[in-house]
């Protein structure tokens, strides 16, 4: 029976002949093009987009030094992907989890203004948030990644396909993204984790169950496709313009009557018209802002900039990632980092 490796294509086998021999050119060449899907998987395991980076990095050395021990009975995709899991496992093990506000604690008093990042109130160590995940890095198609999946892929990197991931033990999360959101084998992930079919199984019935009781009834990919291109830019752009105009009335015209606004690495968050109003009418609609389009997590985004008069110019502040729902805003999580802009392809500063 022929092995994984000899089905390659040509090319690629050669790529992983030379590679073998100790040719690094080779083995990026052969690599690289599964870089995008392989970080995609390690953000899913994680919630963040530095620590997927730090262990896509140590993943690829690591698949580097056992090179030569890959023998070719699965396929180059899978042994990666296996090589990945296993370093976002042991990741997982070092570090708290990461959490959106929402579930970090109760919604936030509208009448106490938010604390500011150095105050009481907000966790001392922000890398328990989860981050947001730029749509220009996304290497993902529409629809299944393979007969054994059955989540769209577009759904599993939204905020709380992410966040009810986090939820999950470390091995139930990594069953579930291998098994129905890449498609591999019950006996492919049995093999990666280094258990049993029968253990495979049961775990995916566990983390299946968890993750749908914390997913809302409708991914954003579908309330999205509800909305024409039109609708949508009209819907990102009367919230921007709103923001601007600081009138909080037409911002809550937007919003559905249960929407949630959370700030992390802030600790408040709010849920409800009146409380988001209490918020707004304290916190953003004094201000000055000007804001960017962007996409984030497979969702409508906005970067933020906020008027600094000492630079005389808008400088960013946060992205916020929108929550749909029946052609309103359901959510809004405003993502404070400078830090993100870039990754995002957005400038550090807009002009007034």
Not at 4 to 30: I, S, W, Y
Not at 126 to 141: K, M, Q
Not at 231 to 236: A, F, G, K, P, S
Not at 292 to 319: H, M
């Amino acid at each position: 029976m022929a092995t994984d490796a000899q089905t390659m294509p040509v090319q690629e086998r050669e790529l992983l002949a030379a590679a073998r021999d100790g040719d690094e050119h080779a083995f990026t060449k052969l690599v690289e093009p599964r870089r995008g899907e392989l970080h995609a998987h390690c953000y899913r395991m994680l919630g963040s987009v530095q620590d997927a980076e730090d262990a896509l990095q140590e993943a690829m050395l690591r698949a580097w030094k056992g090179l030569p021990r890959f023998e070719g009975r699965s396929s180059l995709r899978s042994w990666l992907y296996t090589i990945s899991t296993n370093t976002c496992l042991n990741a997982i093990e070092r570090r708290p989890k990461r959490v959106l506000p929402i579930d970090y604690g109760p919604a936030a008093d509208p009448s106490i203004p938010a604390p500011k990042p150095s105050e009481p109130g907000a966790p001392i160590v922000e890398s328990v948030w989860i981050e947001p995940y730029a749509d220009e890095r996304l290497e993902i198609a529409d629809g299944l990644a393979g007969p054994e999946a059955t989540y769209e892929q577009r759904e599993t990197v939204e905020l709380a396909f992410v966040a009810a991931l986090q939820h999950l033990p470390a091995n139930q999360r990594a069953v579930l993204i291998l098994r129905a959101v890449l498609g591999f084998s019950a006996q492919e992930v049995a093999d990666a984790l280094d258990t049993s079919v029968a253990s495979v199984n049961s775990a995916l019935q566990r983390a299946r169950r968890t993750v749908d009781e914390k997913l809302p009834a409708e991914s954003q990919q579908e309330a999205l496709r509800d909305l024409d291109d039109a609708e949508l830019r009209e819907l990102v752009g009367s919230y921007s313009a709103a923001l601007e105009a600081g009138d909080v009335d037409r911002i809550l015209g937007l919003l559905t009557e249960d929407a949630t606004w959370s700030m992390p690495p802030l600790v408040n968050w709010y849920r409800g018209k009146e409380a988001v109003r209490g918020f707004l009418e304290l916190g953003p609609a004094p201000l000055r802002w000007k804001h960017i389009p962007t996409r984030a997590n497979g969702q409508a985004a906005v970067g933020c900039y906020l008027w600094d008069d000492e630079a005389g110019k808008f400088l960013s502040f946060c992205v916020d990632v929108l929550e749909l729902r029946d052609g309103k805003i359901a959510g809004v999580t405003a993502f404070i980092d400078r830090g993100i802009f870039p990754g995002f392809g957005l400038p550090d500063e807009l002009p007034a």
